[in-house]
């Protein structure tokens, strides 16, 4: 019985380290956040930012209950033209001085076919919280053999309205859309 005991204790403690709550941290080597929008009706405008921090937490191996954090740096954004991205980070649009960061932190995940998600949380952009859905992407995780670390990949897609978060009211279309396509890939490593 003792044997049994013992046994069963092991089975649920080696069980309980498998599946521990992990926390996974963005590696900004490899990983980048982007987004495009239509100028003029004719054609796409991208640009990303620069800076940024995300982390996950997760209790299971598919990342199914995964939470999501994100905090972006606004003043980091780049299109590759000086003068736009000055004028991005104007009241006209992004009004840094006063809403220096974008916020995402997820509320829910509910799977949409292997590897895939709907992900639901609150978006904070321009001093406007909404709750935003995104479609996500587990793309796998590879362990090194030599240290036993482990690095997760994702893709998040989606679109939203700046109108919904007063950003650019100015820029109507058909100048700038009012959809923002938005594309983040990312490696994150097991902290």
Not at 135 to 160: E, M, P
């Amino acid at each position: 019985m003792k044997k049994v005991l013992s046994l069963l204790a092991l089975v649920t403690f080696g069980t309980s380290v498998l599946f521990a709550q992990s926390t996974w941290k963005a590696d900004p080597a490899h990983s980048k956040i982007a987004f495009s929008v239509v100028h003029m009706g004719i054609a796409d405008v991208s640009g990303l930012f620069n800076s940024f921090e995300c982390s996950i937490v997760s209790d299971k191996e598919d990342f199914s209950d995964a939470v999501f954090d994100l905090s972006i740096d606004v003043s980091s954004i780049d299109t590759e033209i000086q003068k736009r991205d000055d004028h991005l980070r104007s009241a006209d649009f992004f009004d840094v001085e006063k809403f220096p960061k974008i916020t995402y932190k997820s509320t829910g995940i509910k799977k949409a076919g292997k590897n895939r998600y709907k992900l639901t949380g609150n978006l904070t952009l321009h001093g406007v919280t909404k709750p935003v859905t995104m479609d996500l992407w587990y793309r796998g995780t590879n362990v090194n053999d030599k240290d036993n670390s482990a690095t997760a990949g994702f893709q998040l897609t989606g679109t939203i309205k700046r109108s919904d978060f007063g950003v650019g009211p100015k820029f109507g279309p058909p100048m700038i859309s009012d959809e923002v396509t938005i594309k983040a890939d990312g490696e994150f490593q097991r902290q």
